[in-house]
């Protein structure tokens, strides 16, 4: 095994060198001889974290080491070790039913029969692991125990359940076609046939049934039939249940696919310009929470609406995509929380992954080119198009680094530069899917040359308070978010404080407040925010029906800030004089937000977002240090409806003045739409 993976490796390292020579040989910057997604796949790593087990009766079960690490700390140069997830075990169901998915997804692609081995080894873990009634352990101990009573590890329906039927499902349907007469193909199904039972028992036992039930939080009405009381985890089943379908089309199946993917839909929440902006919730237990590992439900519901013919499905999927995608991908690139402020870190290949291949099966299911090329932005997160500027994935060695902190003095960039199965798989999955659509490769090669996104301000940043004792307290989880900056304020009567912060150009904003509702009486739990001594804006605590939680609410309707300093001025304004206040952040939303993205052969793109609900024109400056030199530009835009549909195209052409290192245009854009802007 270990000498296959090494061929692979060296034919990648060849094909490498080989473009970054001719790259050299005709003038052209590495960069812009990047390689293709195809000729970047490499599985050497994945196939070198295959290990094996032997039992004390002869068995011998093939494991994928959960994590990796170089043997010298940081140095990629060195040796890569195994480690085990301690207290849990050297390798799990989750993980290995992802490799089994990436070889099962690579050999659609490339026909190799080693991909087929692997994904036999990986079944032979899967069915280890299985229980007679459909259930999975999730970890294996080095003894080759599996590890029965681990909180991420027991049996049910759960994470690990999904993802072992997710593989199950496309191994009945890859085999099925690869090997019709081996009987490995029925040998899959088999196994998958008690747990589709016991999903199915799930949602329809009990008196009355799970599904059609609903719970309340916070006055929001929530399917209770979710896996794991997870939208997300639940997504995973329908993708099994929608490749099973393929391959078998039972009744029953289509019947479980329209539980659980008109439950993910109905989870959808927010507006083009209110929290969390068309995004679908993750969790059940949080209405405040959005994480970018998992995002599984826009590719869920882009397959199901597929197979079944469900319409309202794929228009659930757009509306996350056309509004809360563009958001992130005109902004930063990607987030990895809104908690509900939006939070950049920690960012992982699993979050890239599920973003991206949501918006190729969109693709699929409408044959919208505009989320090919949405697909093709988000895959370039892999090829350091990302918030620390640097790649996640090795394509000489097939490593997918774990993910990107915050960077300082002991961590750098903030690169982790550990390359365990969850993000090497991640991290090839994500080069295979993007490697069938080849307008979606047209994209991935793009670095960030500008952006202009949302402005956060930390309600801790104060100095010192201007009265009172405002108490800035640590959080990293407050039981349904996370803290912007791991930080929130609390403030009583009396108390007061003021932040500063910057704007860098004359513009039209939304002020958003990020604070804590509670279940008190009107007017008991207030603020009073001043923006640049102005008229004081009364934000009322109260109104939550049963417990307290964080809300990200506009502050008020547009307000116009010149560049420069400002002031926001906080105070206590409830009547209570024993209750406190939570205030976590302030996020000052440009109406128009944009990223300037570069690649090879001088091609430059812009993606912007328009959060008015008018049609809107703004006028955007942009670099043309990497345009090709000529005496003037034409631009070509296309400006998308909130909805994804193309309502305009133009060209515009603009001079360019000798020694110019900019260019300024009117952009149009659509209500709550958003605009494409190419050239070179």
Request: proline share 5%.
């Amino acid at each position: 095994m270990r000498i296959l993976g090494d061929l692979r490796a060296l034919r990648t390292i060849v094909r490498v060198v080989m473009a970054a020579a001719i790259a050299v040989l005709c003038g052209v910057s590495a960069r812009a001889a990047a390689p293709p997604p195809a000729e970047m796949i490499n599985l050497a790593h994945l196939d070198y974290l295959r290990d094996e087990i032997n039992l004390s009766d002869g068995t011998v079960i093939p494991i994928w080491w959960v994590y990796c690490e170089p043997t010298v700390s940081g140095d990629r140069s060195s040796k890569y070790k195994y480690v085990e997830a301690a207290s849990e075990g050297v390798s799990c169901v989750d993980d290995v039913a992802r490799a089994a998915l990436a070889y099962l997804a690579d050999y659609e692609r490339t026909g190799n029969p080693h991909d087929l081995d692997m994904a036999r080894n990986a079944f032979s873990f899967i069915e280890y692991m299985r229980t007679p009634e459909g259930h999975f352990y999730n970890f294996v101990l080095e003894s080759g125990a599996r590890n029965l009573k681990g909180s991420t590890s027991e049996k049910g329906v759960n994470w690990w359940t999904a993802r072992a039927m997710w593989a199950l499902a496309r191994g009945v349907r890859v085999f099925g076609r690869a090997e019709p007469d081996s009987g490995y193909a029925e040998h899959l199904e088999a196994l998958m046939g008690p747990s589709l039972d016991a999903v199915h028992a799930f949602l329809t036992d009990g008196d009355p049934a799970l599904f059609g039930q609903y719970k309340t939080l916070h006055g929001t009405s929530i399917p209770a039939w979710f896996v794991g009381d997870g939208a997300d985890a639940s997504g995973v089943v329908v993708m099994a249940l929608c490749e099973l379908y393929q391959a078998r089309p039972k009744p029953r199946t289509a019947e479980m696919i329209r539980m659980f993917a008109g439950g993910i839909a109905q989870f959808q929440m927010g507006t083009a310009d209110e929290f969390p902006f068309g995004a679908h919730m993750p969790w059940g237990g949080s209405i405040s929470h959005w994480h970018g590992w998992g995002y599984h439900q826009i590719r869920a519901l882009a397959m199901a609406g597929r197979a079944l013919g469900n319409r309202e499905w794929v228009q659930s999927a757009e509306r996350a995509a056309n509004s809360f995608v563009t958001h992130m991908l005109a902004s930063i690139g990607l987030f990895a929380h809104m908690g509900p402020a939006p939070l950049t870190y920690v960012q992982l290949a699993y979050g890239c992954q599920t973003v991206t291949t949501g918006l190729l099966e969109l693709y699929r299911a409408t044959g919208r080119e505009i989320y090919a090329i949405l697909a093709g932005m988000s895959g370039s997160w892999l090829l350091g198009n990302n918030v620390a500027g640097h790649p996640m994935y090795d394509a000489s060695t097939g490593r997918g680094w774990d993910g990107i902190d915050p960077p300082g003095p002991e961590r750098g960039i903030g690169v982790s530069f550990n390359s365990g199965a969850e993000s090497t798989i991640e991290a090839v999955t994500t080069l295979i899917e993007l490697a069938t659509v080849p307008k979606a490769c047209e994209y991935m090669n793009l670095a960030t040359r500008a952006r202009y996104p949302f402005r956060v301000v930390e309600a801790e940043s104060f100095d010192r308070p201007a009265s009172g004792r405002p108490r800035k307290m640590w959080a990293s989880w407050t039981g349904e978010g996370i803290p912007s900056g791991e930080f929130y304020v609390t403030a009583r009567s009396g108390d007061s404080f003021t932040l500063s912060f910057s704007i860098p150009k004359d513009d039209e904003f939304i002020p958003y407040i990020v604070y804590e509702r509670q279940a008190v009486a009107p007017g008991q739990v207030s603020l009073a925010i001043s923006i640049d001594d102005g008229e004081p804006i009364i934000v009322d605590a109260s109104g939550s029906p049963d417990t307290k939680y964080f809300v990200m609410e506009k502050l008020s309707n547009h307000v116009w800030l010149s560049a420069g300093r400002h002031s926001l001025t906080v105070k206590f304004a409830g009547a209570s004089k024993s209750l406190n206040a939570s205030l976590d952040a302030f996020v000052f939303q440009p109406i128009v937000e944009w990223r300037h993205m570069t690649g090879p052969d001088y091609q430059n793109v812009v993606l912007a977002r328009n959060f008015a609900g008018q049609a809107v024109t703004r006028e955007i400056g942009v670099d043309i240090r990497k345009s090709a030199p000529a005496a003037d530009i034409e631009f070509l835009v296309r400006c998308y409806t909130a909805e994804g549909e193309l309502a305009q195209e133009v060209r515009l052409d603009k001079a360019v003045m000798p020694g110019a290192e900019t260019v300024v245009f009117d952009l149009p854009l659509e209500p709550f739409g958003y605009s494409l802007v190419e050239w070179r």
